[in-house]
């Protein structure tokens, strides 16, 4: 599986310092994704989810220090020059944030940035490069295409920038689309509508995604495989059926449970998570999880469980006293 | 327009209330001849995308955004023609509480000030009373009085600060609280935590709710009834599980296919939903849903269909209902 894989994220380890010390965001992350394969990164806000999408990218903040390696199509983006790096993630590599105007630059049309962006990576003239604009902009199901070219990002709302977001993603036709929570800061009916046109665009170009986000559901009939985070490490990892029908690590089988379902009656107490996630400064020395862990033995209070395999080496958890027994899906 | 699904004995009466705002010249029609009745002792759901006017209906009611035109009855008086002390007094029993809860507590003021705020304003005197209800209502949402009283908002985390704004609308014992998205902002663990709690104080203190939402499932576990806006009107409102078994209107079941489910095996239905909401500014004429409804003819653009029954409890305003 590794050497075929598109990106292998290997022993990744992102330090940030901070006044309160320390904050290790990302702890040993090791992830693989195979050319057009789907992988859903899942966890909850500050789990380190958006640090390792800018590790894999190499857009950390500054004063990050970051160890391990991260190869993509064959070399280490870690020891890349900054200006092959650039090329890569104008090329190859792209990425579409949670918050669109990241992406977009707000004194410029949406036309000039997509031409720009086409002229130079792909080294179109000026009339194919708005051509091919028109293209994507239809692609990515915005009515009057040609009429958006002259138009600014904040002329447009939430779902219209973001799908303006994904056509300069895709413009270049990448290997491998980074989307961190792209669809969260928008309502439901436009997240469906967002997430299909991802889908539907990464079946037809046969490019690799990284769909990160804190929604179990968002990710169940989306990916391939998923990576569940908690506290800056991966606690557990399963091809995306098999995670769904057992679930073997607590946090996993908590955070599913938490999700208040629609075939559930009205007034239906919630089995919610007591406490909430450790403070990123002040590590802990057995499971992060143990504190909220229903299952917590002593052990777990005094050693960190590394990720293990299960029945297949495709699922793994970091967990002493994995759930047994299936879990029944919900519908 | 009356609403027949009138529960005996409302706490809360909205009728035609239409609310305008004037940007740049341009009027947005925020809420348009909204009628809704709540029971006392209810929880309503009100469901719709951003923009359709949850919060601007909320505001409304509390009246700390001016109506054009319409009534809004609380405990049988009309809150839209009292002032000053009047309406004072009565909004006392009304609360507020928001979606950012980070954002809505003062950052430079303890916890303990700022939820015996209401009080102050309210007129309790007594400051040792004020810090025994201000402690016992702390203690019922679940925080350590002891500890959080004499600590700044930034020492706490989201959920915490949602605790501190939900104290703070107890503080003055109301009978009904506005709850505008009050766990949106907070994370998958802890949004089942304040669920939980706000469904815990509503059977302490008594409360009637009106619990706006976009998330259908997050409505769904505490609302005895759902109402659900699309830009500016009211399309649909019934008992929840009826709602969402058998939506009558077509935007009700355009949401709920849109709810991602944690289960592989369901497929995502692709393309469920057709564009986007157009602008309040200029609203399509007849059925506002009409541009993105796979069912709309004609008569959608020429005529504004009312709420009419549908099944016991259940109103739909829609010309050709799938009911
Ligand atoms: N102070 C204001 N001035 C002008 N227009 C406003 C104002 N507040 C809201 N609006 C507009 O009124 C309409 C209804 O807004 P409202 O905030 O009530 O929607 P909402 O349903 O609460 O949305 P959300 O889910 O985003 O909170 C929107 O078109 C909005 O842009
Ligand atoms: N620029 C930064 N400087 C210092 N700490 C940061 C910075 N950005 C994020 N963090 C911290 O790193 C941890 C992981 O954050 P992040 O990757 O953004 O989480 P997620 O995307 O999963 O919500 C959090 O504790 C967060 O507070
Ligand atoms: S290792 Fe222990 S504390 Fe951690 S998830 Fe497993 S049972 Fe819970
Ligand atoms: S009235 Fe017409 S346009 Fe409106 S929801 Fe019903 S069928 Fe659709
Ligand atoms: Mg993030
Ligand atoms: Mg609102």
């Known amino acids: 599986m590794t050497d075929r894989a598109l990106l292998s994220v290997e022993e990744v380890l992102v330090d940030l310092p901070t006044p309160r010390g320390n904050l290790r965001a990302v ?26 999408s800018r590790a894999i990218l190499q857009l950390l903040p500054k004063k990050a220090k970051l160890q391990g390696r991260v190869m993509f199509d064959g070399q280490d983006l870690v020891s890349l020059d900054r200006e092959s790096l650039r090329k890569l993630r104008g090329r190859s590599l792209a990425v ?12 410029l049309t949406i036309g000039t940035q997509l031409i720009e962006t086409l002229q130079e990576h792909l080294e179109l003239d000026l009339a194919a490069a708005r051509k ?14 040609d009429q958006r070219l002259t138009q600014y990002p ?49 079946r037809r170009r046969h490019m690799a995604m990284i769909l990160i986000t804190h929604d179990l559901g968002v990710v169940a009939g989306r990916t391939d495989e998923v990576a569940v985070m908690y506290a800056g490490r991966v606690v557990e990892r399963a091809p995306t059926p098999a995670l769904f029908k057992k679930m073997r690590m607590p946090y996993t089988e908590a955070l599913l449970a938490a999700i208040p379902k629609l ?41 960190k469980p590394e990720l293990t395999e299960a029945e297949t080496p495709a699922h793994q958890y970091a967990c002493f006293h994995p759930i047994e027994m299936p879990v029944a899906v919900p519908a | 327009m009356m609403l027949q699904s009138s529960p005996a004995d409302p706490l809360l009466k909205v009728e035609n209330l239409v609310v305008e705002y004037n940007v740049g010249g341009k009027t947005v029609h925020a809420v348009s001849s909204v009628s809704l009745d709540i029971a006392r002792g209810e929880t309503l759901g009100l469901v719709g ?10 505001r409304a009611v509390l009246q700390l955004r001016h109506a054009q035109s319409g009534k809004v009855l609380f405990d049988g008086n009309d809150l839209t023609a009292m002032r000053g002390d009047a309406l004072r007094k009565m909004r006392q029993r009304v609360q507020l509480i928001f979606q950012d809860p980070i954002a809505s507590l003062n950052p430079r003021r303890r916890i303990g000030d700022i939820v015996a705020e209401p009080l102050v304003i309210s007129g309790v005197k007594d400051p040792e009373k004020r810090k025994q209800m201000v402690s016992d209502v702390l203690s019922a949402v679940g925080l350590d009085p002891g500890l959080v009283m004499g600590r700044l908002p930034h020492e706490f985390s989201g959920g915490q600060c949602q605790r501190i704004c939900i104290a703070r609308a107890l503080v003055l014992n109301p009978d009904f609280i506005i709850c505008d998205e009050p766990v949106s902002a907070l994370d998958v663990s802890i949004r089942a935590q304040i669920l939980n709690l ?75 939903a057709v564009g986007e909401p157009p602008s309040p500014i200029a609203p399509p004429s007849g059925c506002r849903f009409r541009t993105r409804c796979p069912r709309a003819d004609a008569k959608c653009s020429t005529e504004v269909p009312e709420l009419r029954a549908v099944a016991p409890g259940q109103y739909a305003a829609c010309h050709h209902p799938l009911i």
């Open chain 1, 27 to 52: 702890d040993r992350v090791n992830l693989t994704v195979g050319a057009g394969q789907t992988l859903g990164v899942v966890g909850e806000s500050g789990c380190g989810k958006t640090m390792l």
């Open chain 1, 96 to 107: 579409v944030f949670q918050d669109p105007m990241t992406s977009l630059n707000p004194v």
């Open chain 1, 132 to 145: 091919r604009s028109v293209e994507l902009l239809a692609a990515v199901g915005i009515p009057a295409p």
């Open chain 1, 154 to 202: 904040h002329q447009l709302s939430g779902g219209m920038r973001q799908r303006v977001a994904i056509a300069i993603a895709l413009s270049c036709e990448p290997k491998l689309l980074i989307a961190d929570e792209p669809t969260t800061a928008l309502d439901v009916t436009i997240q469906a509508q967002i997430l299909d046109l991802l889908a539907r665009e990464q």
């Open chain 1, 263 to 303: 075939d559930a009656a009205p007034h239906t107490v919630l089995p919610a998570i007591s406490g909430r996630p450790p403070d990123p400064t002040r590590p802990i020395k057995g499971c992060s999880f143990s504190p909220r862990c229903r299952y917590a033995v002593a052990r777990c209070h005094g050693e």
């Open chain 2, 49 to 58: 995308e951003s923009g359709c006017g949850k919060s601007t209906l909320g």
């Open chain 2, 198 to 272: 706000l469904e815990e104080m509503k059977a302490r203190y008594g409360l009637t709710l009106l619990f706006i939402a976009h998330d259908l499932a997050v409505v769904k576990a505490v609302s005895d009834r759902v109402a659900v806006m699309y830009l500016g009107r009211l399309c649909e409102v019934g008992p929840s599980e009826q709602l969402f078994a058998r939506p009558a209107h077509p935007y009700t079941a355009l949401l709920i296919e849109a709810i991602p489910v944690p289960d592989p095996d369901m497929r995502p239905a692709e393309a469920v």
